[in-house]
């Protein structure tokens, strides 16, 4: 950092390859806050990151320091800088406890010079690298240069797609969350990767296009699960074109073992397109939370089918698509289940297992409770012709609008006439006093009767 001083006095610099303060006297400084060497590495972790947490916040600032007589030198630009406030990346870095990196998208191949980057990054926890362009040696850099790595972002680095075989991976302890999506990464490579990772407990694999296990030629793949090996917790393979999913113990028994802790699994927007690949998780006994939108087997299926079918298949299943099942909701799922298989001849073999538990049960009686829009009703007028008709009346209606119609029909005004409602069942006659009350209100059914009436006029007698 640069400072000028009207009484040439001494300007000093904080040197952040040096770590040590400078010092030029009687003359302009044109000190720059970048470690020496980096200019010529912009496709670098270190480089990117120096830039971001380092420089650009110098350049930033640097006019708005003021000429201060009282002060000799300013030691430090981000942590005793008047300017500069609170726990920000940018302290964080200069302190060397900066636990989060983001440097997405800056087409980075490499890590850069090593013993530096140890030393500024050494207790980086969580390091977000989509879009680059690393390979798997710099990744294997990246592992031995951060032991407190916890979180690794790897997303679209499409130099990660060629054989791992011949890089010496280090050893990546507490690493916890591996997020490889949109790759086209062969099993081959996993197999090779993440057994460094011991303490992995969750891994992204969307739309990594995995459909076979050979390169040349091309065949369906099942998806063995045996990923489990790695001590996954959580496996996220959605986007992918999986097509079926073998049942975890025609992997082995060691497979099986593994597999025990497997809890949240997501297969969105994948092939699955038969039951039999749902029903193979349930070899995953603890496998709690599963994501199966979008996929080509829900098609023929309402929504109420769909989740019922999936929760009667699977015993052990809380969460379906981001939806909690409670006990009541598993309940009911798994009776529809019964029910829905009841008259099917080809029955899931969980069928009899739910049979044991809650019994035969009867089909539902369908009941229709959409309300009723029309009826068909008999309008009669004996004072009149012996009006007799059959209407379709629309239940939307009013007795007003009802009486309109009767109007037309029977020459009778509104004013002198009287209506009744005539249920077909035989109660007897109801006359309709409110022109502004709701047919539907009067629960209207097929062959219910009004009857239209006169109202009666007195005439005064004369006097005697």
């Known amino acids: 950092m640069m400072a000028n001083n009207s009484n040439n006095s001494n300007v000093s610099a904080y040197d952040l390859s040096s770590h040590t303060i400078s010092s030029t006297d009687n003359e302009e400084a044109t000190t720059t806050v970048c470690p020496e060497g980096s ?38 630009i981000f942590g005793s800088s008047p300017f500069q406030f609170g726990n920000s990346p940018l302290v964080a870095a200069h302190e060397r406890v900066l636990e989060l990196l983001v440097l997405d998208n800056l087409a980075i191949r490499r890590v ?68 490889l999506n949109g790759l086209s990464l062969s099993f081959a490579v996993l197999r090779h990767v993440l057994p460094h990772a011991p303490a992995l407990s969750e891994l992204h694999l969307a739309k990594n296009n995995f459909v076979d296990i050979s390169t040349s030629p091309p065949s369906p793949m099942p998806i063995s699960l045996s990923l489990r090996e790695l001590h996954l917790n959580d496996l996220f393979l959605a986007g992918n074109a999986i097509k079926t999913v073998d049942k975890i113990c025609a992997c082995g028994n060691e497979t099986d073992r593994l597999c025990g802790e497997l809890n949240a699994l997501s297969l969105s927007n994948t092939m699955l397109s038969s039951w039999e690949a749902i029903e193979n998780l349930e070899s995953i006994r603890r496998l709690e939370e599963l994501r199966v939108a979008n996929i080509p087997l829900m098609d023929a299926y309402s929504e109420e089918e769909r989740r019922n079918l999936v929760i009667g298949r699977l015993g052990a299943l809380k969460l379906l698509n981001g939806s909690r099942i409670d006990e009541r909701q598993r309940e009911e799922a798994e009776r529809f289940f019964i029910r829905y298989y009841t008259e099917v001849e080809k029955r899931p073999m969980v069928y009899e297992r739910l049979v044991a538990e809650h019994g035969i049960l009867e089909q539902l009686v369908k009941v229709d409770l959409t309300p009723k829009r029309y009826a068909k009703v008999l309008i009669r007028c004996d004072e009149t012709e012996w009006v007799r008709t059959w209407v379709r009346l629309r239940l939307s209606g009013t007795v007003h609008a009802l009486m309109q119609f009767a109007e037309r029909l029977t020459n009778i005004s509104i004013k002198m ?48």
């Open 39 to 76: 200019v010529n590495e912009d496709d670098s972790v270190l480089y990117q990151m120096e830039r971001k947490y380092f420089c650009c916040p110098y350049n930033d600032q640097k006019e708005k320091f003021e000429k201060l007589d009282d002060m000799p030198y300013i030691i430090d």
């Open 112 to 179: 850069g010079p090593f013993e530096r980057f140890i030393g500024l990054a050494k207790n980086v926890t969580e390091l977000l690298l989509s879009g680059n362009l690393l390979g798997w040696a710099e990744v294997s850099k990246l592992f031995r240069a951060l032991p407190q790595l916890r979180v690794l972002n790897l997303s679209h680095n499409t130099a990660l797609n060629t054989s791992s075989n011949d890089v010496e991976m280090a050893e990546a302890q507490k690493l916890d969350v591996l997020i």
């Open 417 to 464: 006439m009287r209506i009744f409602y005539m249920e077909r069942s035989g109660f007897s006659p109801t006359e309709l006093r409110v022109p502004s009350k709701q047919l539907r209100l009067l629960h209207i059914e097929d062959g219910d009767e009004f009857v239209v009436q006169s109202k009666m006029v007195l005439c005064a007698q004369p006097r005697q």
